[in-house]
């Protein structure tokens, strides 16, 4: 009696186990299929991993005529998102959490930078970041941060993002530069002294040298302030 017991039991979870395998089984499709590509296309050389969570879950859903319709609901996601399973025959529908984690290869801090320290290739390194733990814009080969200034101090094996980096002022307090004014196809050029430092594309204060007139002026370049009238 107890051998037959134990087969009823399995013969009444078997279609269960059957459809939450079958399921589960289109699930890993569509994330071979589609999401691997789709994410791919986004993130070039990337080392992507998908998960599917709480697949307990999926030996609940009454099985299904036809293959799931299965969607992202947050396709703008860098790690945990959901998708929607939907049943056409028999009708119902149903969510299950995914975790994604993609891996590329960022600039990182080789040697400790301090505050206002330029960042070059010799302070810097390449290498591999999961992207659900960084902040920002991350730097990489095809776009580094050379040339920048650490806008704070970065600790060893800290990877570059636009929120430690800032541009270094072209132009210092004191410091001669030429006031070129402009007003349509005429320019007039004068020597000045910038009052404030300034970074490429600010607005600071100069002072001409020769009538002691102070203007506001967009840094051009390490020696020049464009004023419009």
């Given at each position: 009696?107890?051998?037959?017991?134990?087969?009823?039991?399995?013969?009444?979870?078997?279609?269960?186990?059957?459809?939450?395998?079958?399921?589960?089984?289109?699930?890993?499709?569509?994330?071979?299929?589609?999401?691997?590509?789709?994410?791919?296309?986004?993130?070039?050389?990337?080392?992507?991993?998908?998960?599917?969570?709480?697949?307990?879950?999926?030996?609940?859903?009454?099985?299904?005529?036809?293959?799931?319709?299965?969607?992202?609901?947050?396709?703008?996601?860098?790690?945990?998102?959901?998708?929607?399973?939907?049943?056409?025959?028999?009708?119902?529908?149903?969510?299950?959490?995914?975790?994604?984690?993609?891996?590329?290869?960022?600039?990182?801090?080789?040697?400790?930078?301090?505050?206002?320290?330029?960042?070059?290739?010799?302070?810097?390194?390449?290498?591999?970041?999961?992207?659900?733990?960084?902040?920002?814009?991350?730097?990489?080969?095809?776009?580094?941060?050379?040339?920048?200034?650490?806008?704070?101090?970065?600790?060893?094996?800290?990877?570059?993002?636009?929120?430690l980096t800032e541009l270094p002022d072209?132009?210092?307090?004191?410091?001669?530069?030429?006031?070129?004014?402009?007003?349509?196809?005429?320019?007039?050029?004068?020597?000045?002294?910038?009052?404030?430092?300034?970074?490429?594309?600010?607005?600071?204060?100069?002072?001409?040298?020769?009538?002691?007139?102070?203007?506001?002026?967009?840094?051009?370049?390490?020696?020049?302030?464009?004023?419009?009238?």
């Amino acid at each position: 009696m107890g051998h037959i017991k134990l087969i009823s039991i399995l013969l009444f979870f078997l279609p269960c186990w059957s459809s939450a395998s079958q399921i589960e089984t289109q699930i890993e499709q569509f994330i071979k299929q589609v999401e691997y590509k789709r994410l791919q296309s986004i993130y070039p050389n990337a080392r992507i991993e998908i998960g599917i969570q709480n697949k307990t879950a999926l030996s609940y859903l009454p099985e299904c005529d036809h293959d799931v319709i299965i969607d992202n609901q947050r396709p703008e996601a860098v790690s945990r998102t959901s998708y929607s399973l939907e049943c056409r025959n028999p009708t119902w529908k149903s969510y299950v959490p995914v975790t994604q984690e993609i891996f590329i290869k960022g600039i990182k801090a080789i040697a400790p930078i301090q505050r206002g320290g330029a960042i070059t290739p010799q302070n810097t390194g390449v290498g591999e970041v999961n992207l659900n733990t960084i902040r920002g814009h991350l730097y990489t080969s095809s776009n580094p941060p050379y040339g920048l200034m650490a806008s704070r101090n970065i600790r060893i094996n800290t990877f570059l993002t636009d929120q430690l980096t800032e541009l270094p002022d072209l132009v210092k307090k004191g410091s001669n530069v030429l006031i070129t004014a402009q007003s349509g196809a005429i320019s007039v050029k004068m020597n000045g002294t910038a009052l404030e430092d300034g970074v490429m594309g600010q607005q600071i204060r100069v002072q001409n040298v020769s009538s002691g007139r102070i203007v506001y002026g967009k840094v051009v370049s390490d020696s020049e302030v464009l004023v419009n009238y």
